[in-house]
């Protein structure tokens, strides 16, 4: 074995090569002390502008139980919803009109988590026509329909692809998309003159337009308690423009019983009622005639 | 420090006391007395001066603790400049009065176990770092350091059969001759885990090597951290 030691001796850095390294520093210290600043600035402001998408996109209709989360614009669609808007007609002309839809700049527009349901994803995709299509409501391919809303009835379908009423498990949506920039909420009115209100998500260029989603609470769906109108409204509460087909969709497919029925299930409770309050009574006037027979006899 | 450090060390004090208005000239003996931690808090309050010669002060402790981690000095010149600069970006953290530079220890092995992140973190930084003036070629200093850098090799082969915490230990108590308590405090460790990891990695080494040499420096206070 040799002698020799492993560790090499302690040397001082060159003079010359300590003293331009000190220059480095002091220059690179006094170069960077703005930018970890601007750093932690740009951080912070990264940290606002998500938090404040966080809380921009939220819709609250469905009482603060749906998420709306715009998607990357990375997002590339799927061939099922390319063939779905390659399929759609343009909304205006003759049937079959073609829309001038882009399937292929098709993205996310919003995706909400309804409980008990799933999830409701909106597709939207623009035309050449400078409109869009949806897979919500359709085709607005030349910006001509200022608001448009829908119904859905969602849920478990018999063989036949009709909605099962009975199932408790059905929901019942009204869907809008809407080309008034200053929108800012939608508005259910209903047949007791209460209403409910629900946030516009606004997807921008090239769409440019504004979307959302309401569940139609249940207590909704009796006689006397359903909507009557869905409207949209600026920022100040101004209405821009109204729209009462849903509504009356809803109460016809209530009819035809493909929608949860109103009627039956609002006088199941009074029919309950009245039995029993019968059933009380006859009890109470048996009682009464039973005693007036016992002191009829002379019984004390 | 040698007499040229002093100069070096004088004349960035001086800096100091210019930067500092309120300072009287004749308080010059007194900035160059300052200790590591004065010029610790005055970094942290953004004093670039003050952090300099804290930089001119430790420079060749750290420039050799990096060469004896990493194995090449013309790396450790660029760990020493990192060290440093991720120094001033945790200038910031409060130490306790001596432990300046035990804690420049625990950034530099920070530094050195994350290299590549490191160096990519300060890539921009190392860049801008002025080319090399024309220096005289000594020849014994450039033989020198190539041995050096051989013999380092041989002993950061046998180094690396320790596990990574035994080796952080071992080369700051018995290489570098930093206390337990200095150890710990670079290491952000109980001082009874330093004592129990530099135990086992003294009895793995010297299976490995009877001869002790891996202990074995040219500096005779390195039989200090033996005899501990």
Not at chain 2, 81 to 108: C, D, M, N, Q
Request: proline share 8%; aromatic share 8%; with cysteine.
């Amino acid at each position: 074995m040799s002698s020799e030691t492993f560790l090499p001796p302690f040397r001082e850095l060159p003079r010359a090569r300590l003293s331009r390294r000190a220059q480095h520093l002091r220059a690179e210290i006094t170069r960077d002390q703005p930018v970890w600043v601007g750093r932690k600035r740009v951080l912070a402001l990264a940290v606002l502008a998500l938090g404040a998408v966080l809380l921009a996109t939220p819709a609250f209709g469905l009482r603060d139980r749906i998420v709306h989360l715009f998607a990357a614009d990375e997002q590339h669609p799927p061939e099922l919803i390319r063939r779905y808007f390659r399929n759609q007609a343009s909304g205006f002309g003759p049937p079959g009109t073609p829309s001038g839809v882009m399937p292929g700049r098709a993205r996310v527009a919003l995706a909400a988590s309804v409980p008990g349901y799933g999830s409701q994803v909106l597709w939207v995709a623009p035309t050449k026509a400078g409109g869009f299509c949806s897979t919500w409501i359709g085709c607005n391919a030349r910006r001509t329909s200022r608001f448009q809303a829908t119904l859905m009835i969602s849920g478990p379908t018999s063989r036949n692809s009709q909605p099962m009423p009975d199932s408790p498990n059905v929901h019942v949506f009204f869907e809008g998309q809407t080309i008034l920039r200053p929108a800012a909420s939608a508005v259910i009115r209903f047949e007791d003159g209460s209403s409910d209100r629900v946030r516009i998500v606004w997807v921008p260029r090239p769409i440019d337009a504004g979307f959302f989603l309401y569940e139609l609470p249940k207590a909704h769906w009796k006689v006397g308690k359903r909507p009557v109108a869905l409207s949209v409204e600026g920022t100040k509460g101004n209405r821009l423009a109204r729209n009462s087909a849903p509504a009356r969709y809803f109460r016809e497919a209530q009819m035809s019983h493909l929608a949860p029925p109103s009627a039956a299930e609002s006088n199941t409770t009074p029919l309950w009622s009245i039995l029993a309050a019968a059933a009380a009574i006859i009890a109470a006037a048996g009682l009464v005639v039973w005693r007036l027979r016992v002191r009829g006899s002379g019984r004390p | 420090m040698s007499p040229e450090r002093t100069r070096e060390a004088r004349t960035l004090a001086s800096v100091v006391l210019r930067w500092n208005p309120g300072s009287a000239v004749g308080h010059e003996r007194e900035e160059m007395e300052l200790d590591d931690s004065v010029l610790w808090a005055r970094s942290a309050s953004g004093d670039a001066d003050a952090f300099t010669l804290l930089f001119t002060r430790h420079a060749d402790e750290i420039y050799n603790y990096c060469f004896r981690r990493i194995g090449e000095w013309s790396v450790a010149e660029d760990a020493l400049s990192i060290v440093f600069l991720e120094a001033w970006r945790r200038r910031g953290k409060e130490l306790p009065p001596g432990k300046v530079l035990p804690w420049l220890y625990g950034t530099a092995t920070n530094v050195v176990r994350n290299r590549r992140r490191s160096e990519r973190r300060y890539r921009a930084a190392l860049s801008r770092v002025p080319a090399p003036p024309s220096e005289p070629d000594i020849g014994e200093e450039v033989v020198a350091r190539l041995d050096d850098e051989r013999r380092i090799t041989r002993a950061l082969d046998l180094l690396v059969k320790l596990p990574r915490d035994q080796q952080d230990v071992f080369v700051l108590c018995a290489w570098t001759q930093l206390s337990y308590e200095d150890a710990a405090f670079a290491l952000d460790i109980p001082v009874g885990t330093v004592r129990s990891r530099l135990s086992r990695a003294r009895a793995f080494l010297e299976e490995l090597d009877p001869a002790g040499r891996h202990e074995q420096g040219e500096t005779p206070s390195t039989e200090g951290a033996l005899e501990r």
